[in-house]
């Protein structure tokens, strides 16, 4: 009985999931005005303490990338509520509306995060959906808006959460909030937290590490809000030496946002018309990107 309790959910009829969409909270669109004014304050003070954290041109491309992922969202949302709803009508363990829900919903949502984030970082095609947010060479607020517009592409890895029976609106608040966390970490301003926070959560010591181009610090500390993932599968790297931002190979137009969509995608269409061979073609679309980066730098052929 217990179980039927909680996995017995109806189904959503259809015709009730416009009404049932608008009923979601928009949390990232309640939170955006803040989160602009954090951005000025934080511009501000660094140039009164003068402090280099903010570059015209990266920040004018985040703010770009940014601009283009709301316009994107609003359509990815509607095609992800509707996608929820199917999946929840077509399990048989459907779970009701219960706010608790949001709870394991949202550690099993950060453990998909994990692994999703992981491979953007080893695999090349995976990787093009990615990039953006690392080739900023500055490390502050604006770079949370520095997001590929191919970056929904990765919803597919995300497809365990609702195929589990978590409701439509759960999964949709479990979403936003995961988003809206990953905004305080990218800033300098806060140095490390008690040693608790920072044992368990992706907070900005950690997270610097994870942008940092040291080869100590590359493809390190994946978490998004829990860091203990990275702890249990050997991924964690402490913030020591000063982390220098940005990627390996310099990437240019930092401020036209197709270009930091894009450029990567471009590059793995030159690459696979020049190789030869399938397997040759295959690793060009998903070799690991850190290993291409070193042959090119050692001028060797993949």
Known sequence: MSLLFIFGADKIPWHRIESLKDSAPEIILWAAPAMFVFVCLEVFISYRQNKKYYNKIETLGSLGLGLGNVVISTWIKILLFYMAVWIYNLVPWRM???WWTFIPCYILFDFCSYWTHNISHRQRFWWATHVAHHSGEHYNLSVSFRLSWMQYLKIIF?????????????????????????????????????????????????????????????????????????????????????????????????????????????????????????????????????????????????
Request: proline share 6%.
């Open 158 to 302: 995300l497809l365990p959460i609702p195929l589990l029976g978590f409701h439509p609106i759960i999964f949709f608040v479990t979403n936003q909030v995961a988003i809206l966390f990953q905004f305080w970490v990218h800033t300098e301003y806060i140095r490390k937290l008690p040693p608790i926070i920072e044992y368990l959560f992706a907070t900005p010591s950690n997270h610097r590490v994870h942008h940092g181009s040291q080869e100590k610090y590359i493809n390190k500390n994946y978490g998004a809000t829990f860091i203990v993932w990275d702890r249990l599968f050997g991924t964690y790297q402490k913030e020591e030496e000063q982390v220098i931002y940005g990627i390996t190979e310099t990437v240019e137009h930092k401020g036209n946002p197709l270009h930091l969509n894009f450029h990567e995608f471009v590059a793995i269409v030159r690459d696979v018309r020049q190789a030869r061979g399938w397997k040759d073609k295959l690793f060009y679309i998903f070799g690991n990107p850190s290993r291409m980066a070193q042959r090119r730098k050692e001028k060797k052929p993949v």
């Open 96 to 98: 009701e509306l219960n």
